[in-house]
């Protein structure tokens, strides 16, 4: 590729509405351009970059005998009224209407859509184990997009669904996935963990999130110095909660703050006080769960059964929190007991779930604590830190941040019960398949290896998902011998199938070198006036800085 026609029209100065570097980055280094809040056009940089990742993980999804197909984006909605989904998923998703006015939505993602192709055409057990996947956009109309692919609107996801007969063959297609997630990640020079998550609504065991370890991640994590204990913070248990008062005696005999105010509230938990955050309550008969609703994350995982009492605590002073039918105004200490704290939660997830799940919002309206729920006292409610043991070994834990690139996640049979998806088993029985679903965000994990991989000068592409491999700089294009020179050095990698780009541009060299180093080429091959005279071609390495000097001759095996 000649830099002179290649379209990656780069910028000096980083754009105001850039908040992190990887998005700083690619709008710089003219990898993306913005078409709506959180929509994006891929230029071709980016493009490549994208198929890479995307390779990547297609041949270690085929490795565990993946299967890839394509399922439409535009999904009727009576397959989500068969789940329930079409009510519960909120304004999260994307919903339109045909000319006969008929619903539909634009994907968010596919168990409804794999569970009623395979329900029609599996029927006996020896069609199963499955693993059907697909690469695709993903659309989900995120409550505050931001971070540029990090949280986008319209994404790229692979999504892996698995089929099995029993729960041991789950576990099997999950411990496959679990390796090749951990395969793809590493492949594409990441520095990951997975870790335990809370399944949530979902219910049953079994969910990892892989976590890309980076500041700016939007999750937090703990990990075990000693043994392989991770999890994000919100699933991670204190090795003990203190006892939790339950008698009327009890309770009056503890001194608690009365929690009047946001920065009350964030003391008490022990996290770090924030303008947005907000929380939520509820005490049901088995558990009672306490939500936070950090800014414009959302509530992926509620144990909603059953519940029986309900507040919110609308400390933040939030309509939309207040819309749930809650009990806007009040603001004091609850009873918790078994406490759960759930972050990552939307407001408008959470007052779906609250009340597609109870269908008790008017109920709230007019809540009377004391009338309608027994309003008791918080305890020593937080979550875990640095300061707290490991809850498998005692040892010392560490936290960090992360970002989420991919999930796996035992479903059990909740979709093949709900869709009806079953097969004969050995004895002619009909059983529920037992399902598994498993998602990379392909476009995020992009931007994730920028925000892991980067300097003060650009992006330092790990060479497996670069888009290209090397870049050829003359210093001047007004000498004849340099750019003969430039030349016969492209055409060599060419054919070495080093995937190179010849700045063949009238620039300055400093401008050629400052875009060679934005857009983050794992090598700068350098074609100046001691390569022409001395045979000495200069090559310098990007993530190091290390600068390596070689013949023309055998160069382009040597640097391969
Ligand atoms: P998040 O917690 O960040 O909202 P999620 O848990 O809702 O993500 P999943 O349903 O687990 O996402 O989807 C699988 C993967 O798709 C995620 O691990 C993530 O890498 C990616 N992904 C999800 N939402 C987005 C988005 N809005 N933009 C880009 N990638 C996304
Ligand atoms: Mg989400
Ligand atoms: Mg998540
Ligand atoms: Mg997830």
């Not at 079994?206 to 392989?228: K, R």
Request: glycine share 6%.
């Amino acid at each position: 590729m000649r830099m002179s026609h290649l379209y990656a029209p780069t910028l000096r100065e980083t754009p105001a509405e850039a908040e992190v570097v990887s998005h700083q980055l690619m709008l710089r280094a003219g990898m993306m351009r913005k078409a709506a809040g959180g929509v994006y056009t891929y230029l071709p940089l980016a493009w490549r970059v994208l198929k890479k990742i995307e390779q990547i993980v297609r041949e270690e999804m085929d490795a565990k005998g993946g299967q890839e197909l394509l399922m439409p984006i535009v999904q009727p909605a009576e397959m989500w009224l068969e789940t329930g989904r079409w009510h519960v998923y909120g304004d999260e998703m994307f919903r339109l209407k045909d000319r006969h006015d008929r619903n539909f939505c634009l994907g968010p993602t596919h168990e409804e859509m794999i569970t009623t192709l395979v329900r029609t055409d599996v029927r006996s057990y020896r069609q199963l184990p499955l693993l059907l996947y697909q690469i695709q956009n993903k659309y989900r109309d995120e409550i505050r997009p931001r971070f540029g692919l990090m949280r986008g609107r319209e994404f790229i996801m692979k999504d892996l669904y698995s089929f099995d007969r029993d729960e041991a063959g789950l576990s099997e297609s999950y411990n496959k996935m679990y390796d090749a997630y951990s395969r793809v990640f590493s492949r594409c020079g990441l520095t990951f963990r997975a870790v335990e998550a809370d399944a949530g609504a979902i219910g049953g065991s079994g969910t990892h999130e892989f976590m890309v370890i980076a500041d700016s991640g939007e999750a937090a994590i703990v990990y075990c110095t000693s043994c392989d204990y991770a999890a994000n913070v919100e699933k991670a248990e204190l090795k003990a909660l203190p006892a939790v008062p339950e008698t009327p005696q009890e309770l009056a005999a503890v001194d608690t703050p009365a929690m009047k105010s946001i920065a009350d509230l964030t003391a008490f938990l022990g996290v770090t006080a924030d303008k947005t955050i907000k929380a939520i309550a509820y005490r049901t008969e088995k558990e009672t769960v306490l939500a936070l609703v950090r800014g414009d994350h959302e509530v992926n995982e509620i144990k909603l059964k059953n519940s029986l009492n309900c507040l919110a605590l609308d400390l933040a002073g939030d309509k939309e929190l207040a819309a749930i039918g809650s009990v806007a105004g009040f603001i004091g200490p609850v009873g918790l007991k078994n406490v759960t704290v759930v972050a990552d939660a939307s407001v408008m997830n959470l007052s779906n779930a609250v009340c597609g799940a109870n269908q008790m919002d008017k109920h709230y309206i007019h809540v009377n604590p004391g009338r309608d729920f027994t309003p008791a006292i918080v305890t020593d409610l937080r979550l875990i830190t640095e300061s707290d043991p490991c809850p498998h070994c005692d040892a010392a834990i560490k936290t960090a941040r992360g970002i989420e690139v991919g999930q796996v996640f035992k479903l059990h049979t909740k979709y093949s019960t709900s869709l009806k998806a079953t097969y004969l088993d050995e004895n002619g029985k009909e059983q529920p398949m037992v399902m598994g679903c498993y998602g990379i965000g392909v476009s995020r994990t992009m931007a994730a290896a920028i925000e892991q991989h980067n300097d003060e000068h650009g992006i330092i592409w790990p060479v497996a998902i670069a888009p290209y491999h090397a870049v050829v700089v003359p210093i001047s294009t007004k000498d004849q011998a340099q750019v003969a020179l430039a030349e016969q050095i492209y055409a060599t990698l060419q054919a070495a199938q080093v995937e190179t780009v010849l700045d063949d541009r009238n620039e300055r060299p400093g401008v050629k070198f400052k875009d060679a180093d934005l857009i983050g080429y794992p090598l700068k091959i350098t074609v100046g006036p001691k390569a022409v005279n001395e045979d000495t071609i200069e090559v310098k390495i990007r993530r190091t800085g290390e600068v390596l000097y070689y013949r023309l001759e055998g160069f382009a095996t040597k640097i391969k």
